[in-house]
T-cell receptor, first 115, second 113 residues
């Protein structure tokens, strides 16, 4: 069965600190997709990134970077030089290509960036 | 294209009443999803459409919940005989096979009193 675990319930950092959000997943499929979403206080889920299971190349986008490691079933998200606007709940999600199309979300990590 | 649109944004209803929510996906997105989110939790899958066909339905979805997507365009989610436990944010999302990431609407917040 598919499962996503985000062990960190809440994280608080001071502005300009780096912070890493952990995500560990379980899947029965050989082809799957991993995602990160941001949910700011306004409530709308905002798509950040998708990773395909066959592409382990790490990615950097501005202050955001993602580390995908199949060997440990992890897909961690790092924010460099955090800003107050990064304060939100961040969700990791998994979708299996061959066992249905629904997305399974982790419980989320609430990030608070203090000025 | 204005993204996924949901209506209404907020709904307050008395226990026992029926409610219906509407979702308009991103045009040309053939996949449509309904999720439910309660406070402090991640979104929980309810059902999935590919075009007009409802292909997946969560086992958690009781018989009081029904969803439709006539003609493969907009979708409706109806809850009959609402209960207080139905109070939640109901989220709609859409995607395509080529771009499997789901784009979410702003949600409909349901409060059952």
């Amino acid at each position: 069965a598919q499962k996503v675990t985000q062990a960190q319930t809440e994280i608080s950092v001071v502005e300009k600190e780096d912070v890493t959000l952990d995500c560990v997943y379980e899947t029965r499929d050989t082809t799957y997709y991993l995602f990160w979403y941001k949910q700011p206080p306004s409530g709308e889920l905002v798509f950040l990134i998708r990773r395909n299971s066959f592409d382990e190349q790490n990615e950097i986008s501005g202050r955001y970077s993602w580390n995908f490691q199949k060997s440990t079933s992890s897909f961690n998200f790092t924010i460099t030089a955090s800003q107050v606007v990064d304060s939100a709940v961040y969700f990791c999600a998994l979708s299996e290509a061959n066992y249905g199309q629904n997305f399974v979300f982790g419980p989320g990590t609430r990030l608070s960036v203090l000025p | 294209d204005t993204g996924v649109s949901q209506d209404p944004r907020h709904k307050i209803t008395k226990r026992g009443q029926n409610v219906t929510f509407r979702c308009d996906p991103i045009s040309e997105h053939n996949r449509l999803y309904w999720y439910r989110q309660t406070l402090g939790q991640g979104p929980e899958f309810l059902t999935y459409f590919q075009n007009e066909a409802q292909l997946e339905k969560s086992r958690l979805l009781s018989d009081r919940f029904s969803a439709e997507r006539p003609k493969g365009s907009f979708s409706t989610l109806e809850i009959q005989r609402t209960e207080q436990g139905d109070s939640a944010m109901y989220l709609c999302a859409s995607s395509t096979r080529q771009t499997p990431e789901a784009f979410f609407g702003q949600g409909t917040r349901l409060t059952v009193v």
